[in-house]
Antibody
Framework: EVQLVQSGAEVKKPGESLKISCKGS????????IGWVRQMPGKGLEWMGI????????RYSPSFQGQVTISADKSISTAYLQWSSLKASDTAMYYC?????????????WGQGTLVTVSS | EIVLTQSPGTLSLSPGERATLSCRAS???????LAWYQQKPGQAPRLLIY???SRATGIPDRFSGSGSGTDFTLTISRLEPEDFAVYYC????????FGGGTKVEIK
């Protein structure tokens, strides 16, 4: 079974750094793009960016370029989403999801989500 | 960037009724590269439809997708109690964007 398991909920203060993770199993991790999607409280889905773990090729949504860093460690089948300095507006649920096999395609399956709360 | 506009924002229907959800793109979506997702409260989104009309694995046949170019539709032929949720469209013909969602609620 293809599965993505994300790290647990985080509570951080503004200005702190954070790295959340997404571990893939049940498939060849290096052969599929992984994407990150933000969902702010009570709002819709926003695409943040994607990474190809095979060679770490990364694409960012213009809205998130420079705001976050996406990376992957293929040796442990894990993708990451990282902030260097969190803001209150980063409070949201973050999902990782596997793409179908192309750089831009549909997302399936999805991780369970990681809730990030940024508050002083 | 292709902007996707979903309508209506909320659809109030009874179980057994037919639901028709619209997703309109600001420019043509190449090769019908459009997907639909269902999201229930407290859960991650679930893929329903890809390629505008292909059902994902395990999705009941009461869900169907249609459309091309700039106008796409998700139809639920007979609403079951578990179908009341929020539905999102997503295009992947030019980068990736999501629509704002349609909430299907019990009337």
């Amino acid at each position: 079974e293809v599965q993505l398991v994300q790290s647990g909920a985080e509570v951080k203060k503004p200005g702190e750094s954070l790295k959340i993770s997404c571990k893939g199993s049940g498939y060849s991790f290096t052969s599929y793009w992984i994407g990150w999607v933000r969902q702010m409280p009570g709002k819709g889905l926003e695409w943040m960016g994607i990474i190809y773990p095979g060679d770490s090729d990364t694409r960012y949504s213009p809205s998130f370029q420079g705001q976050v860093t996406i990376s992957a460690d293929k040796s442990i089948s894990t993708a990451y989403l990282q902030w260097s300095s969190l803001k209150a507006s980063d409070t949201a649920m973050y999902y990782c999801a596997r793409l179908s096999g192309y750089d831009y395609s549909w997302f399936d399956p999805w991780g369970q989500g990681t809730l990030v709360t940024v508050s002083s | 960037e292709i902007v996707l506009t979903q309508s209506p924002g909320t659809l109030s229907l009874s179980p057994g009724e037919r639901a028709t959800l619209s997703c309109r793109a600001s420019q043509s979506v190449s090769s019908s590269y459009l997907a639909w997702y269902q999201q229930k409260p407290g859960q991650a989104p679930r893929l329903l439809i890809y390629g505008a009309s292909s059902r994902a694995t395990g999705i009941p046949d009461r869900f169907s997708g249609s459309g091309s170019g700039t106008d796409f539709t998700l139809t639920i032929s007979r609403l079951e109690p578990e179908d009341f949720a929020v539905y999102y469209c997503q295009q992947y013909g030019s980068s990736v964007t999501f629509g704002g969602g349609t909430k299907v609620e019990i009337k």
